[in-house]
């Protein structure tokens, strides 16, 4: 019985001293995980503005493709290639989009 409860006092120091060691390694992640935290802010916010003014101009460009599609001649060949770049991009927005999202 005396031998179990050294056996059991030995484990419980083991457990302590793993514990204190546990807890000074998360207290030395504690500014650098600040530091992620902070950052990934500010590319959140980075990703907000850049989403909103990429909205801007797809929908600009979006315009000139529909008036050169709907025009006669090359231009017609030209705002259908335009539609097709604005489709790619809009495929953009949306990726950058779901990124920030995750954020």
Known sequence: MEEENTRSMEEIK???GLFQNIL???KNLHPVVGEFI???SKLES???GITKTLAGVLDTF???AVRASS???SCKDIGECLSQVYVH?????THINNI???L
């Open 14 to 16: 083991l457990l302590a």
């Open 24 to 26: 000074q390694n998360c």
């Open 38 to 40: 902070v950052q990934t």
């Open 46 to 48: 980075q990703l907000r």
């Open 62 to 64: 979006q315009a000139i």
């Open 71 to 73: 025009s006669n001649g």
């Open 89 to 93: 991009n809009k495929a953009l927005e």
């Open 100 to 102: 920030n999202n995750a």
